[in-house]
């Protein structure tokens, strides 16, 4: 009989894989890379291009006159534009948070892929089990039927014994084919998450948990430094940042330009010199005013984001750890019931018919209730591990 916390291993020829390496595998996809780090790349090009310096100017102007007493007058000249705001800066400062709230973002969503790839493995593991299991019972009843047909030709059964064993066959073998159709699938599931040009895996590792989740306080703890909010909160300086270099409005832009300058006065010859000058701009009208809006409402949106999700996590966490730390321990329980006496009673039922004691329906009872109990502990162990991996989504606490 099978059981649910031992190491489950897959007897096919093909890889093998442990959780961690299904994790790994699903986390290096290139696809999912370059999802990630190209919408960090994107935000980080903004906010350089935010924060860039303008170019300086270099000019030449020529202003000439004819006639007796014409003139030519060359100006040569470089002009470059100061902010006296530091508006720049702190757009620059602002696409820096927000590249880095992009990185936040890859990392949750880094989370996500990690819990889907747990959940596909021991979807598989379980699959897995529950095959060997109902092969477990298929040769059970074949030996079962091999023994009524010795019977059955020395006379000692009768046929009715012999096609009601064939019967229970036929059950074994309808439900060993739909779990290993099951199985299929569920192995399709995870090798489309690590990549087609993995093969279809076999998976190795424990299907029940073996401890209990860490208590609430450390899992709070864990969960309010969760990748989203950390994002959310570079959202908001980001969105502040930008508040401030639009609230800055009435610091003008300076303009400083010098150069050389030359006059050809014709018969009384050439002179030069130098050029000096400087303008500021006038900021009567606040032309940042809708930019000024835009970044308040990006603030206080993610504001109430991260608001809305921290209520969430904390009402969500002590639900979800409940429900772990019961559904673990209630399937350690039974497994640790049934193991023993299911055993017992296939035993006590093989002996006593072969001795004409009990009756073959005694047999066939005892064989069903063990692979009974056999596939209700996977399914305890089963459900046990979906609610170890949702409290580990929530906190983060477990996966890379």
Not at 73 to 90: K, N, V
Not at 165 to 188: D, K
Not at 286 to 304: F, K, P, Q, T, V
């Amino acid at each position: 009989m099978f059981a649910a916390s031992a190491e489950a291993r897959e007897s096919e020829p093909g890889p093998v894989l442990t959780e961690s390496e299904a994790v790994a595998r699903a986390l290096r996809r290139a696809p999912l890379r370059d999802t990630l780090e190209g919408d960090v790349t994107a935000e980080q090009g903004r906010g350089r291009a935010a924060g860039a310096h303008p170019n300086p100017q270099l000019a030449f102007t020529r202003e000439q006159t004819f006639g007796a007493s014409g003139s030519r007058e060359d100006y040569l000249s470089l002009a470059q534009t100061f902010d006296l705001g530091a508006r720049r800066a702190l757009q620059g400062e602002a696409g820096e948070a927000r590249a880095r709230a992009a990185r936040r973002e890859g990392e949750a969503a880094g989370l996500s892929v990690a819990a889907e790839a747990r959940l596909r493995f021991h979807e598989v593991l379980y699959r897995q089990a529950r095959v060997r299991t109902l092969e477990g019972w298929g040769e059970r009843i074949e030996q079962a039927l091999t023994f009524v047909t010795r019977r059955e030709q020395r006379g000692d059964a009768a046929t009715y014994d012999r096609r009601r064993v064939e019967r229970e066959r036929a059950v074994a073998t309808g439900r060993l084919e739909t779990e290993q159709a099951a199985l299929e699938r569920a192995r399709a599931r995870l090798q489309a998450l690590l990549g087609a040009d993995v093969p279809a895996p076999g998976v190795t590792g424990t299907l029940l948990p073996e401890t209990d989740p860490a208590e609430l306080p450390a899992l709070r703890a864990s969960s309010g430094s969760r990748p989203e909010l950390l994002a959310l909160d570079l959202r908001i300086e980001a969105a502040t940042l930008e508040h401030r270099a639009a609230s800055r409005w009435w610091a003008p832009d300076l303009l400083l330009e010098g150069g050389w300058k030359g006059v050809d006065l014709g018969s009384q010859g050439r002179t030069d010199g130098f050029l000096l000058g400087a303008s500021l701009s006038l900021p009567l009208w606040d032309r940042s005013s809708g930019l000024a809006h835009i970044a308040e409402g990006e603030a206080r949106a993610a504001r109430g984001r991260r608001a809305l999700l921290e209520s969430e996590l904390d009402g969500e966490l002590a639900g979800a750890r409940a429900e772990a730390v019961r559904l673990r321990r209630a399937a350690a329980e039974f497994h640790e019931r049934t193991t023993e006496v299911s055993s017992e009673l296939v035993r006590i039922a093989s002996a006593g018919y072969a001795g004409g004691e009990l009756g073959l329906l005694e047999l066939l009872d005892a064989c069903r209730g063990a692979t009974d109990d056999s596939l209700t502990a996977l399914d305890m162990a089963h459900a046990a591990r979906r609610a170890r991996i949702e409290l580990d989504r929530l906190t983060g606490v477990g996966l890379p």
